[in-house]
């Protein structure tokens, strides 16, 4: 293949990850950004996500697509569930103290993993696509007419992956309309700014926390379920999205929905194709040490607000 | 001035006896558990300096653990050293790192420095496994019996690991125990308790959390090296994230801020541990468990409870 479509390839690669990145960093984001508390234990409510998209296609039969539309509804209600229950029987009596919250997320984090491990067991198990036809992509060519079209071997993509990009585009608006535009996200910004006073106009901020904190993890399950049947579904899988999630937020900035956005169309495109011509390991040792420059150099950014 | 207390270091003076005696006590199971817990004990120990006494949360030390092991191991791989300089290596690598780390790091405060120390030990873990033909990455490489003679002492014999790990494992505690009563590390739990007062007070604070972190990084990476040469592995694992979540656990579990706190909280861990898996595969939720119920119930761990209630004066 010329260098062409192979970027082109490399570049549909990147924006389905950076799609569901940005779906998994967004929910991280909001968690910070109203509740002032870094959840360690969000890839795990990723990974939770995948797992239980790969139980519900498995236990309801019929066409993918069932249990696929049932998974989409189900994980990310399940996992919001539990990850409001952490909040409300760990991260509330801690008194969401920065350094007692990460302590308590590593935790939950091992309780979570392990547990699936216990449950689920070992294996990467695959799940089928709701539907997955291959779109053959044209490229052209000087040939002996002049230039002309030409189907290139292995030069494609799927349906499927479309789906991906479009949907989690649709559930970015959609987060971002409920947080600009409805009477949930004003007092969800009147938590974030002032709880002390949203409490004494009587919003019930405990029960604010606990719903944002489930929302972040609903949003993570809801970007595993769309990977899952491009992936597998696995215990170990939550590290790399919690990784990512957390350099996209901190690059995008905390808190800020549209950086986190931009954050990871940037990463993840880049990250894509980066780790298509070069090795992934050492896109990700950039990644790493930019996220590490960026809170050095540009703490104004994010915590530096909290903390000067 | 107070007339110095005895009891402290009759404590470590006794903890240190009774560790010998055990060799000779224990069953061999056990007496072969031991140097283990030692050595990561000492890890605990120079981790606890940042977080005990500095009150420096840092998610990345092992960075400089595996700088200690990689600095030892591939010197004695690579280079043909022999164990002494090649220990040496391994300190000044860990003493390096946790100079510029800490450097970069401790412009950030809070959150953003576990942040921070985090990615950098991730950088660094991908960095060992980029390098995986000198590392081989998570496989790891043994180190020959032949190259861990030590002054003609062979570490890899059982007495001689157990007794090189306790003699590592004293000079570490009453080098700590010594640190902590000496003017600096009472300006180390200044910062701890409060950072602008100690700032007002006329201490360079910058400058003795710089000097906390290299202390703290070179005892973690003695660890490191230690590690490498009496159980004759390094591997990339050690500079994994997990690595550096478990001397946290440790210390929080034993008792931040108390000399042999890093040392009950490896050793109830380990047994833990041990316990746990003998019924399971999943042995990391009881460390999930561990580190929950610790924030939630007991935030002074095991040491720093008894202190607080029974015996005021434990170190």
Redesign the interface.
Known sequence: MDFGPYLILASIEGAVQAAVLALTAVGLSLVFGVMRV?NVAHGEFYMIGAVLAWWVSTSVGGHPAVGFIAALVLAPLVAGALAALCDFL?LR??DYD???T???T??????????T??TYG?DARPIEPPFNERIALPWVQYGENGLEWYYPWGFGTTTYKLFVIVAAILLLVGVWAVLARTRIGMILRASQLDPDMARAFGVNVDRVYALVFGAGAALAALAAVLIAPIQQAHYLMGGDPL?LS?IVV?IGGLGSVAGTVVAAVLIGMSDGVISMFF?P??A??IA??L???V???R?QG???K??A | MKREDWRPWALHGGLVATLALLYFVLPPYHAGVLPRVMVLSVYAMGYNILFGYTGLLSLGHAMFFSAGMYGLGLTIQHLDFTPAPAFLVGLIAATLLAAIVGALALRTVGVAFMIVTLMFAQSGFLAALYFGEYTRGDEGFAIQQADRVLWGVDLSNETNRFFAALILFAITLFTIAFVVRSAFGRALVAIRENEARAEMLGYNVTRLKLQAMILSGLIAGAGGAAYALLFGYAGATFASVQYSILPLLWVLLGGAGTTIGPFVGALFMFYLIDFSSEFTDAYLLVAGLALVLLTLFARAGIVGELRRRVWGWLP
Request: a positive charge.
């Open positions: 870094v760990i009596r801690v920065p350094e007692s990460i302590v308590a590593i935790g939950l984090l091992y309780i979570i993993q392990q547990t491990l216990m070992p990784l957390f901190i090795s390991t050492l990700k040792i790493t040490m996220v590490a420059f809170l050095i150099f703490p994010i915590f530096g909290r903390v």
